[in-house]
């Protein structure tokens, strides 16, 4: 495995987390990164630095999906390859215990027990956090401070602000950013070096009209959405077509399942190998078809977030 080299912001950021955790070991730190620019190395620097000063830490690094799960694992290893590391995870069929475990949400809540004593709780993803108690972060949150009142919960994410509840630092679990780079400055700083790639994006002519859907928690309403993008749908893949020649692969959100799999049937009908992929499909199926559209087998995916 090739070690990737750290870069200037990325000790920065960990110099800086690493000052919160001493300086005020009884807080919770948040640090915020944008999207692209190694947050999973960021933090395995942090955790294998954690490790070598204090060799019997143990710590858990948790997402909410799986392929994240696995990313954050192996960026550790890039960082320190010899790390007592495992995986707990339904869905990448590993149900490790280590002394630092990269874990699914959805896999350890309620399945506290088996780990034990947890010092540092790494939470990546951190905006997904609800200020709801019975939502799943705060119930591993809770069930692990009562076997470790002391430890500390470090939030690591492209956004600290959360829809319908405001600055994460508001929520109650963490009480500041440690580390923000995520500013209009320090994103534009980040294009002039080169660290992330200056987006293209080409003007279109199919839009939706949002004024007449309904907001509803901070949301759009979904079923408003949907009917206010069936009037656009043929048109706007259509544009992805015709402006899309010069692209090596075409990644497309959808509102919902049934406007998924219509995207993908429709282009592929256009001439265009495509496939839909949502949360209702089996998962195995899932991971061929990003298998596929990694390998440049798929040039169009239809997405859904799950």
Not at 106 to 126: M, Q, T, Y
Not at 263 to 275: C, L, N, Q, R
């Amino acid at each position: 495995m090739t070690k990737k080299k750290t870069r200037d912001y990325q000790i920065s950021a960990s110099t800086a987390l690493w000052n919160s955790l001493h300086n005020t070991p009884d807080k919770d730190p948040l640090v915020v990164m944008p999207t692209g620019s190694g947050k999973s190395h960021t933090m395995g620097v942090v955790a294998g630095g954690l490790l070598q000063t204090y060799p019997h830490v143990r710590i858990m690094n948790v997402v909410h999906v799986k392929e994240l799960v696995k990313n954050n694992y192996e960026a550790l290893l890039e960082v320190l390859p010899t790390a007592p590391a495992g995986i707990y995870s339904s869905g990448l069929g590993r149900k490790e215990v280590r002394q630092i475990t990269f874990a699914g949400i959805g896999s350890v809540v309620g399945k506290e027990k088996p780990f034990g004593r947890i010092d540092f709780l790494f939470v990546d993803e951190a905006h997904r956090i609800s200020d709801k108690d019975a939502s799943s972060y705060q119930k591993l949150i809770r069930a692990l401070r009562a076997t470790n009142p002391q430890m500390i919960v470090i939030g690591f994410t492209a956004t600290d602000w959360r829809m319908g509840s405001g600055k994460l630092t508001d929520s109650g679990i963490f009480d500041h950013v440690c580390y923000d780079l995520g500013s209009g400055e320090a994103f534009l700083w980040m294009l002039e070096q080169g660290y992330l790639i200056r987006p293209t994006p080409k003007a279109t002519q199919s839009r939706v009209d949002a004024d007449d859907i309904s907001i509803r928690k901070g949301e759009f309403d979904a079923t408003e959405a949907a009917a206010a993008f069936d009037l656009i749908i043929e048109p706007a893949i259509d544009e992805i077509i015709a402006k899309g020649q010069d692209r090596d692969a075409w990644l497309i959100f959808a509102q919902s399942i049934e406007h998924t799999e219509i995207i993908a049937e429709m282009i592929s009908d256009k001439g265009y190998p495509a496939a839909a992929i949502h949360s209702k499909m089996p998962e195995k199926q899932r991971d061929r078809i990003l298998e596929d559209f990694l390998a440049g087998h798929v040039n169009v995916s239809g997405g859904l977030a799950c």
